[in-house]
């Protein structure tokens, strides 16, 4: 399980630093066509390294991504949620305006940021899951920055802050269901999935700057 842990290590930074150096250096339009496909792929390493293959566990995967989705979909379609907003075509088939990639992104977070702060706050599941919630809310910070320059998504309006407090709300719902309904959890992936989404996205800032 050790090797086996090593190598998605190993994949999961191959997969994020060839990302970014094919999206700055080689083809910009494609290496971005390619986000589902990498979303996918550290979607399914996170899925075999945290969950374990039961009816529950899964059956609670499922209800973050359709939380999610329904979420997004209703703030797409209505403003009801997040704000003003709609997506762009990089992230692939989408469900009544939201890729079905952002579902997936969902749990990939929940799951990275719930067991960091687990890890933390191991014997206090409510600043766990707080602390998680935020984890994630900072990650969206940066990766608003630059989603529309990646036709990732796109807001009609400049006030975000609506949006943060929808994103930190729904993080809790998710963050409450991962940390009190599923137990395995993997951190030294966790850790290294949250810091390689941190440096791809803060490098891209910076280089919309430079």
Do not use: H
């Not at 997969?15 to 700055?24: A, D, K, S, V």
């Not at 600043?127 to 809310?137: K, P, R, T, Y």
């Not at 850790?191 to 910076?206: E, K």
Request: glycine residues 6%; charged residues 10%; aromatic residues 20%.
């Amino acid at each position: 399980m050790k090797n086996l842990t090593k190598i998605f290590l190993i994949l999961i930074w191959v997969n994020q630093l060839f990302g970014l150096f094919g999206i700055l250096y080689i083809d910009f339009d494609l290496f971005l066509s390619l986000s589902p496909i990498s979303l996918l792929f550290t979607f399914l390493i996170v899925i075999y390294s945290n969950i374990e293959f039961t009816y529950k566990s899964l059956g609670f995967v499922c209800i973050i991504i359709i939380v999610s989705m329904i979420s997004e979909i209703i703030g797409v379609n209505f403003g009801l949620l997040f704000g003003s907003y709609y997506y762009g075509d990089n992230l692939g088939v989408s469900i009544f305006g939201v890729p079905i990639v952002i579902g997936l992104n969902w749990v990939i977070l929940t799951i990275s940021c719930g067991n960091i702060s687990n890890y933390i706050f191991s014997r206090n599941k409510i600043f766990s899951i707080i602390l998680g919630s935020f984890l994630m809310l900072l990650l969206d910070i940066i990766m608003e920055k630059v989603s529309a320059n990646l036709d990732f998504w796109y807001f009609n309006d400049d006030n975000l802050l609506f949006n943060y407090v929808c994103w930190f709300f729904l993080g809790l719902i998710n963050q409450y269901i991962y940390q009190n309904f599923i137990n395995k959890k993997c951190i030294i992936l966790s850790i290294n999935i949250y810091i390689s989404f941190i440096i791809f996205f803060t490098v891209l800032n910076i280089y919309e700057y430079v």
